[in-house]
């Protein structure tokens, strides 16, 4: 059989119950066994109290115990007499101790105590009516009952018994003697072993019926914990035959509430990046197969003779072939850096002076374009811990993208500034622009905006793609809005550093 979750939980649950029920059942018959043995030890320390004061009547009427040591019937008849008399309301308090006779022989008024039976009449007889036969000793009473005298000899029993309860028989203020009860060690009574055992008795069944109860409980709490399970095995299913666009039913709030949200946006972005998939394949065809046509027309032409070898015709090939250079390349760095394999040599790094070089070295080709630089780069340093050779890539990138897109006559502008803990680079140019909601895509691999970013300009579409790249690498941010000039802004951000 094979063990569901289920069924796993359904028998964890009942193991626990079956260990805890099992562990208060035995628990509360032993405590139910040694409670009822010390509730009737205390009945015997009363009744050995109550014997106590016999036995001193006993001592003031013959002189001493010696009769106890020659015969147990005595000591018999004063249990008997115990036995046979109701106790006290106030069981705690000790019977009165006997009064002595006066002087003159007679017997204390204040003492209403029936004299003891004559010796030869002291017990009666074996075929006696059972009504007048004396009660029996269920719990051995007797035989763990030890009388010493006063002199320490013991009539009755061991003297030195270890443990149970002693009581001094005293007459007046005089100790006469000493009464040792051993402990109860287990219950012998039939009866009190019957009512012990229905007691147990019944604890083992309630036990019984709170464990089969909790077992259905489990079960049933089981199945309905791990119902939402069964809707997102279905989902993850039909995820990994492909059907990304399925998606897990929100049953419960808990801990699978929040399981059955990341499944679905698991399946939302492996459906987004899926088709981005197929839109990248579909551009990177678009883009390889117009420099292939070209190169293949120019060929064909000049095999057919309908062109001539000429500077002009070996130069447009040779654009062609560094279009898809350039392609290729960029390809290969954003497969480089998914695959987390685009290495870095981060170190403290001056980034003012590194871009004051750079605007420099563009600051030719923008004069060829017809645009005008400027820039406000600050005179304090700004210190970033970078990859140069990177982030010179990532400059050079903007940088060319805003001369390629920025219509002549335009302006560049390049600024510096601080922001807390963070240096805020920011190059925006004049028109034209793109769509406000374009802004969000030009970091997208391939995307270009219809009005500005077309293939004639020369670009791939995965320039802004590997600078944002680049950026997140080094614990930036890079981000495009609509520039107050009339062109694209681009901010890059990244965390500043106090000077090494």
Request: proline fraction near 7%.
């Amino acid at each position: 059989m094979r063990l569901t979750i289920a069924r796993k939980l359904a028998l964890a649950i009942t193991a626990i119950v079956i260990i805890s029920i099992g562990t208060l059942a035995w628990v509360t018959s032993q405590n139910l066994k040694s409670g009822f043995i010390a509730y009737l030890s205390d009945l015997e320390k009363q009744d050995l109290a109550r014997l106590s004061n016999l036995l001193a009547e006993d001592y003031r009427q013959y002189g001493n115990f010696d009769r106890f040591q020659a015969n147990r019937r005595p000591m018999r008849d004063l249990l008997d007499q115990i036995r046979s008399q109701p106790r006290p309301q106030n069981e705690d308090a000790p019977p009165p101790p006997p009064r002595r006779p006066r002087g003159d022989g007679a017997e204390d008024q204040h003492d209403r105590r029936p004299p003891p039976p004559p010796r030869g009449q002291d017990r009666p007889p074996r075929d006696a009516p059972p009504e007048q036969r004396p009660p029996i000793d269920p719990m051995g009473f007797g035989q763990r009952l030890s009388l010493i005298d006063k002199n320490g000899i013991a009539l009755i029993g061991p003297g030195d018994a270890p443990g149970g309860s002693i009581v001094p028989i005293m007459l007046g203020n005089e100790r006469i003697g000493t009464l040792r009860l051993a402990p109860l060690r287990q219950i012998s009574n039939a009866s009190a072993m019957d009512f012990v055992s229905v007691q147990i008795r019944h604890t083992l069944w309630l036990a019984l019926t709170l464990i089969l109860v909790s077992l259905a409980f489990s079960l049933w709490l089981a199945r309905h914990l791990l119902r939402p399970l069964k809707s997102l095995h279905q989902v993850t299913a039909k995820i990994s035959k492909g059907q990304l666009d399925a998606r897990a039913e929100m049953i419960s709030q808990d801990e699978l509430g929040d399981l059955a949200r990341d499944i679905n946006s698991m399946a939302q972005n492996l459906e987004r990046n899926e088709a981005q998939r197929s839109k990248m394949l579909a551009d990177i065809s678009h883009e390889l197969r117009t420099p292939l046509t070209v190169i293949q027309g120019e060929v064909e032409a000049l095999m057919d003779g309908v062109r001539h070898i000429t500077p002009a015709a070996l130069e447009s090939l040779h654009a062609e072939v560094r279009h898809i250079n350039k392609l290729v390349d960029d390809l290969r760095q954003l497969t480089l850096a998914d695959a987390g394999e685009l290495h870095y040599q981060f170190q403290p790094m001056d980034l003012r002076p590194m871009l004051a070089d750079l605007l420099q070295r563009f600051g030719l080709r923008m004069q060829q374009a017809g645009l005008h630089l400027d820039s406000q780069l600050g005179d304090m340093p700004a210190w970033i811990n970078a990859d140069g050779g990177r982030l010179t890539q990532v400059l050079s990138n903007l940088l060319e993208n805003s001369i390629r897109y920025t219509d002549s006559g335009g302006v560049i502008l390049c600024t510096l500034t601080r922001n807390g803990a963070l240096l805020e680079l920011s190059i925006e140019d004049s028109a034209p622009g793109v769509p406000d909601a374009s802004h969000a895509l030009l970091f997208d691999r391939l995307y270009r905006a219809d009005s500005a970013r077309n293939r004639a300009n020369g670009g791939s579409g995965l320039g802004l793609a590997i600078c944002k790249v680049i950026v997140d690498a080094h614990g930036g941010r890079i981000s495009a809005s609509a520039s107050q000039l009339g062109g694209v802004k681009i901010l890059m951000q990244l965390p500043f550093i106090k000077t090494p």
